[in-house]
Nanobody, 118 residues
Framework: QVQVAESGGNLVQAGGSLRLSCTVS?????MAWFRQAPGKEREGVSC????????YYADSVKGRFTISRDNVKRTLYLEMNSLKPEDTAMYYC??????????????WGQGTQVTVSS
């Protein structure tokens, strides 16, 4: 089974920064970050195609978050800047069904908690 593992979540003060990392046991697919806050539905945060030629950002994080990947290390990153309390959520890494984000996602990590204090 494909394994996905994210890390880097922490408690941070509003306005601060964090970088999340995600490793996968098998690469060659689109990779994305999702998040879910208590009482809310899971939402897509950012996605990058297999070789980084296409990216997606939720409107709420554009200009603040940056997605990147290192295919040699089979690692996906999410640099989060200017964090706001509303960014507080469990963040999940997901591996796509194919090389493009539009194909959807199949494998998920267990999540890493990001808490932004005011």
């Amino acid at each position: 089974q494909v394994q996905v593992a994210e890390s880097g979540g922490n408690l941070v003060q509003a306005g601060g920064s964090l970088r999340l990392s995600c490793t996968v046991s098998e690469d060659g697919y689109a990779m994305a970050w999702f998040r879910q806050a208590p009482g809310k539905e899971r939402e897509g945060v950012s996605c990058m195609s297999r070789i980084g030629t296409a990216t997606y950002y939720a409107d709420s994080v554009k200009g603040r978050f940056t997605i990147s990947r290192d295919n040699v290390k089979r690692t996906l990153y999410l640099e989060m800047n200017s964090l706001k309390p509303e960014d507080t959520a469990m963040y999940y890494c997901a591996r796509g069904k194919g090389p493009w984000c539009k194909a959807g996602f199949l494998f998920w990590g267990q999540g890493t908690q990001v808490t932004v204090s005011s």
